[in-house]
């Protein structure tokens, strides 16, 4: 039997253990891999190895939950730390820190067409852009105060993305809040919005990620429902994909192909155009290589894969073999 024991972890009060699994406020937190949350696809043709991140002594890198790699061929790690944004150069080693006592809960981070970098802050209901020397240039919002986007205010916002006319994608509700799909000016200002809480074409059950691809049609991992929704830019849905795992953050690299990070199934899925699994590595534990919670990931321009893992929280890079 492919499923061992999970360890129950206390990050709900109530936690629910059953054979071979922990329910955590309804996601499935494994030690072992599940044939049931597991695509059935080739090896993907990566291998685990060790981050290289040189983090200086005295300074501590928190849970990550999002990476980008930016036009100056660095990383940037978006952590759950006293350092919320850290950064590094090609070679692992630390360039500097900065977003301190700016977040209450980082989760989401993009970059634009610009190259600016984007985050969102799911607890503190703020979506923010920045340049690459980290000076703010928008913000999307108010630090601490759930509500309407009508009002100006978000709730949960999980990920964004910003299409080519610089029109900004915002998905909101993480479980208390309302799941929608928002959609401002390049300036902030609310256009429209989509969706609501429901398994129907439109609806969202925890919109957890979202990139937009050349022709601008937008991808929305609706984590808890499963799947992967497609829509065009002013919300028409058109057409969905189905997973077996929960669909946690999705990526497109420079060559349009698209990448999803299948979450507790702890995977991550190279997808064809039909959103068919056609590559996999990783898989849940507690090794190199093994993820709690496969939450974000980005590539380098030499194809390296990095992932961030909130849950058994740790930065895991994958290279070509």
Known sequence: MLLARCV????????????????????????????????????????????????????????????????RNHLVVFNRGPHPLMEFDADGAFVRAWGEGAYIRPHGMRLDPEGNIWTT????????????????????????????????????????????????????????????????????TLMTSWGGPG??????????????????????????????????????????WAYKGLPCGLHIDADQQMYLASGFAGEILRLDKNGKAIGATGQPGKGLGEFGEAHYMTMAPNGDIFVADTVRPGLQKFVRK
């Not at 009060?13 to 937190?29: E, I």
């Not at 703010?136 to 601490?144: E, F, N, P, Q, R």
């Open 199 to 240: 398994t129907g074409p439109g609806q969202f059950d925890t919109p957890h990620s979202i990139v937009v691809d050349q022709a601008g049609l937008l991808y929305v991992a609706d984590r808890q429902n499963r799947r992967v929704q497609i829509f065009d830019d002013g919300g028409e849905y058109l057409k969905e």
């Open 8 to 71: 129950a972890r206390t990050l709900a009060p109530v936690v629910a253990v059953t054979l071979g699994v922990a329910t955590l406020a309804g996601a499935q937190v494994l030690d072992a891999p599940d044939p049931a949350q597991m695509e059935d696809a080739p090896d993907l043709g990566y291998r685990a190895v060790p981050n290289g991140l040189q983090i200086p002594d005295g300074m501590e890198m928190g849970a990550p939950s999002s990476v980008v790699w930016t036009s």
């Open 121 to 188: 802050d799911v607890n503190g209901h703020t979506v923010t852009k920045m340049n690459l020397d980290g000076e703010v240039l928008l913000t999307i919002g108010t630090k601490g105060q759930p509500g309407d986007a009508s009002a100006g205010l978000l709730n949960e916002p999980t990920d964004l993305t910003v299409n080519a006319a610089g029109e900004i994608f915002v998905l909101v509700g993480h479980g208390r809040g309302e799941p929608r799909l928002l959609k401002f000016d390049s300036a902030g």
